[in-house]
């Protein structure tokens, strides 16, 4: 048999297949697209920063509350408080690693090394603004609250963890695996986790909903941030 007639395996991964070109004109597209996504990010945690600094307790922020604490179903108040499980110390630091860790087992190195800094990054820059705005937390007389917490409010850190790193994991899913029953389930389980945990943190009381779209906003920044640096050490270091 002639080494022309072997067939070629299949990776399981995107990475293997021979990448595709984009036209001038749609990469064109992609990059303005871009940079419209990252402006007005930008331009909209901006002015919600500016916002929450000048008014701490916004009148629309107690309204969603209320409006959300006002579900009574049992169903629903188990699903709150779990979909918030995974953000609160020590488990949100054993997940992390635990994502690294799998990455890693299962051969992808850089997208091991790029969630754990997306991580970092995230809880860093979190913690930054929570101490140059210094929001407090939602009060207990004015709307229920799960558990007292000592942190500023403002960004929420759950939700820009959910966003940053549940977000890279979703994207790497995206983008490295092949079509799968697997690859759906992580991508519907990551996206519900991302989608619940805004509402999660105002129905438990430990938000405004202010705090969490700006977590929304400013997670999203990272997670775009970390895309492209993904993409950048992947062609210089990993697909040589």
């Known amino acids: 048999m002639s080494t ?21 004109g749609t990469q064109w597209h992609r990059t303005m697209l871009f940079r419209v996504l990252v402006f007005s990010a930008l331009l909209g945690f901006s002015t919600l920063t500016v916002v929450v600094e000048t ?51 299962f051969g992808f190195r850089w997208e091991s090394i790029t969630a754990l800094i997306t991580a970092l990054v995230s809880g860093v820059t979190n913690e930054t603004v929570k101490y140059l705005i210094q929001r407090p937390r939602p009060a207990a ?16 850190g759950h939700v820009m963890l959910y966003v940053s790193l549940f977000g890279f994991v979703w994207y790497a899913a995206y983008a490295m695996l092949k079509r799968s029953l697997i690859r759906s389930l992580l991508l519907v389980f990551f996206g519900v986790l991302i989608s619940l945990v805004g509402i999660s943190r105002i129905y438990l009381g430990q938000h405004w909903a202010s705090d969490v779209l700006g977590a929304y906003l400013l997670g999203g920044l990272i997670l775009l941030g970390m895309i492209l640096f993904h993409r950048w050490g992947k062609t210089r270091f990993f697909l040589k």
């Open 4 to 24: 022309d007639s072997r067939k070629k395996p299949v990776g399981r991964r995107r990475e293997t297949e021979k990448p595709k070109t984009s036209s001038p």
């Open 141 to 156: 007389d004015l709307v229920d609250v799960f558990e007292v917490l000592s942190s500023y409010s403002f960004p929420s």
């Open 55 to 105: 008014t701490p307790l916004l009148p629309i922020d107690l309204q969603i509350t209320r409006a959300i604490q006002s579900i009574d179903a049992p169903v629903f108040d188990l699903l709150m408080r779990l979909v918030s499980w995974a953000g609160y110390l020590p488990q949100s630091v054993i997940i992390t690693l635990l994502i690294g860790f799998t990455l890693y087992v």
